[in-house]
């Protein structure tokens, strides 16, 4: 007799964080199997867009400097080898050693946000995902200003996230 392999069910708890001088987070909880495509609505709902602009992934490192995009929709005319958010699952970019990503929602305003895996737990049968577990904050009416210098390509948080710490994953999640 074989016996088959089956994937248990797994849901990422997940903050997200504005890039802003006030606290403005979302905790989300998504299914692991859902695409970067899936994750990017549910960001876009939580947070009051109508979700109707160009946005991006990045993955990055622990300092969060910026690294490889996944982009909403390729719009480069060569058809170059950007990665597309409806093709890569959350369960294959974002795991317990690569814990953090990039959100960029709006290039025109550069709604930046800061995407961390807090907790992965089983699937409990009865409850639908994705959910917003926790609201804090709300979303400014234009979003914060960027000090971008010519020819930095990473993104300097230190300033931004002096209160991070603060922010306990534990102490929020229902």
């Known amino acids: 007799m074989q016996t088959r392999n089956i994937k ?54 622990e300092d969060w400097n910026q690294d490889q995009e996944i982009a909403l929709f390729d719009m480069s005319e060569d058809g170059s080898d950007v990665k597309l958010m409806n093709e890569v699952f959350l369960e294959n970019i974002l795991t317990e050693k690569n ?11 550069m709604w930046t946000f800061f995407v961390e895996l807090a907790d992965i737990v089983d699937k409990e049968d009865g409850y639908s995902y994705p959910n917003v577990l926790f609201s804090y904050g709300e979303l400014p009416e234009s979003p914060p200003d960027k000090n971008f210098e010519a020819g930095d390509t990473s993104m300097d948080l230190n300033d931004s996230l002096d209160s991070y710490d603060d922010l306990d994953f534990d102490e929020n999640w229902n």
Do not use: W
């Not at 903050?15 to 979302?26: E, M, N, P």
């Open 99 to 109: 814990p953090k990503l990039i959100y960029v929602y709006d290039f025109l305003n």
């Open 8 to 61: 248990k069910e797994m849901v990422y708890k997940i903050r997200i964080i504005l890039d802003a001088k006030d606290d403005v987070f979302r905790d989300i909880e998504i299914e692991d199997n859902n695409t970067l495509e899936d994750f990017h609505n549910t960001i876009t709902q939580a947070f009051g867009f109508l979700g109707s602009e160009m946005a991006s992934f990045y993955t990055c490192d």
